[in-house]
C-alpha cells in the first residue's frame, strides 16, 4: 500500500497576531509494486517493477514462451517469479510444468529459468496450474498448486493439490508432496470425482504457510463446494493436517473464490465467497479460527466475488473484491478493524453505470 503526508502551514498577521489562516497541505506516496505477465506482442515472459521515481520493464525469456497462471513473491533481496509453460515431450505427449526464477531488486538474473516439474518422460497429459507463492520472514519459499492428470485412453482425469518448499536460492529443500492424497479418476459426468481450485497460499510472521484450496465435488442432489486449510513450518513439518474449513453440506453453503494474506502477529487473514456474499476470518499460525466475521454477522453485507486484501500500518485490514447486482459490475472495497468489523465502506472503487446483458455491446 501507499502512504501519505500532511503539513498545517499557518499565517499570521504581522500587523493584527489575532487574525491568521491554517492551510493542510497533503500529499500522496504512491506504493512501489511488480506485476508479472506474458507480452501478447512477442510471448516473452516479462516483469514490471513501478516506483515513484522510475519504471523498469524486464523482458525474462525469448520471444514465443508464452507462460501462464503467473505469480510473483518478494524476499528480502530478490523477486520469485514462476508461471505454467505448456510443450510436448518426448513421447509427444501434451504436458504443462512450472517454470520459475529469481531475479534481484537491479533486475539481475540470480536465478536463471528452471522448471519446477519436469514430465519429459510422461506418457499421459500431466498438467500443473494456478500456482501460488508466499515467502517467510527467513526466506523459505512456498509454492501450492493444483495438478491435472488426464488420460485421454479413457477420457478419465485425477486431481490434486501440491506444495513445494525452495530456499531464498531457488533450490528445493521440501517435496514437491500430494497434499490431498486422491487417488479417483472419472470423467466429469461422474459424481464423487474430486475436483480441487483456486489454492491460495500465506507465510505467517513466525514462519508457518497458510495452504487454502476449494474442493469441488458433484452428487447426484447437489454439488458440494468448500474450502480446506493445512499448515507446514519452513521446514516442510506438518503443523495442522489437511482441514476442511468450511461445511457447504451442512450450512447449505457454496464456498469458493479464496484469498489468504499474513497479519501481525502469526496470524492470517481469510476471505472467500459464498453463495455471492463475501465472507471473512482470522486464523491463526496452526490454521485455527481465531476470530469469525463473516457477511451476515458484520454490521454490514458484502455481496460479490474474487476477493483480495491486505493489512496497512495500524493494524486495520483493507478488503477488495468483485461487486455484482444482476448485470451490473463494479470492484468495491471496506477497511475492517483487526478483529474483522467493517469500519469504513463498502465503497465502490469504479464507476460502473452501464447495464446491459452478456449479448450487448459497449
Known sequence: ??????????????????????????????????????????????????????????????????????????????????????????????????????????????????????YENMTFNARDYEAAAAVTPEGRIGVLWRRYNYDSSG?????????????????????PVNLTQNAIW????????????????????????????????????????????????????????????????GAQGYYYSPAVTGLENGRVFLAYSNQGRIEYRTLDSGGNTSAVAVGRASNVDLYGSVPDAVQLAGGRIALVWSNFNRSFNTITAALLDSTGNVTFGPVNLTQNAIWGNWNDNG
Open 186 to 249: 472419472g470423467n466429469w459426468n461422474d459424481n464423487g470425482v474430486p475436483r480441487f481450485w483456486e489454492p491460495h497460499i500465506a507465510a505467517t510472521t513466525d514462519n508457518r504457510f497458510v495452504l487454502v484450496w476449494r474442493r469441488y465435488v458433484r452428487q447426484s442432489d447437489r454439488s458440494i463446494s468448500d474450502l480446506y486449510v493445512a499448515v507446514r513450518d519452513g521446514n516442510g513439518g506438518d503443523v495442522k493436517g489437511v482441514t476442511r474449513l468450511t461445511d457447504a453440506a
Open 1 to 118: 500500500m501507499g502512504d501519505s503526508n500532511e503539513a498545517l502551514v499557518t499565517l499570521r498577521s504581522s500587523v493584527d497576531p489575532s487574525k491568521s489562516r491554517t492551510a493542510s497541505l497533503r500529499t500522496a506516496i504512491p506504493a512501489p509494486f511488480v506485476q508479472v505477465y506474458h507480452d501478447n506482442n512477442d510471448g516473452a515472459m516479462r516483469l514490471d517493477e513501478i516506483r515513484p521515481n522510475r519504471q523498469t520493464s524486464l523482458k525474462i525469456t525469448e520471444d514465443g514462451h508464452y507462460g501462464f497462471d503467473v505469480a510473483v513473491a518478494e524476499t528480502s533481496d530478490s523477486f520469485f517469479y514462476i508461471w505454467s509453460k505448456s510443450r510436448a515431450n518426448s513421447n509427444n505427449v501434451w504436458v504443462t510444468e512450472l517454470e520459475y526464477t529469481l531475479l534481484d531488486h537491479a533486475g539481475r538474473t540470480s536465478r536463471p529459468v528452471t522448471r519446477l516439474t519436469n
Open 155 to 175: 477420457d478419465r482425469f485425477n486431481q490434486n493439490i501440491y506444495f513445494v518448499i525452495l530456499d531464498s536460492t531457488g533450490n528445493v529443500t521440501f517435496g
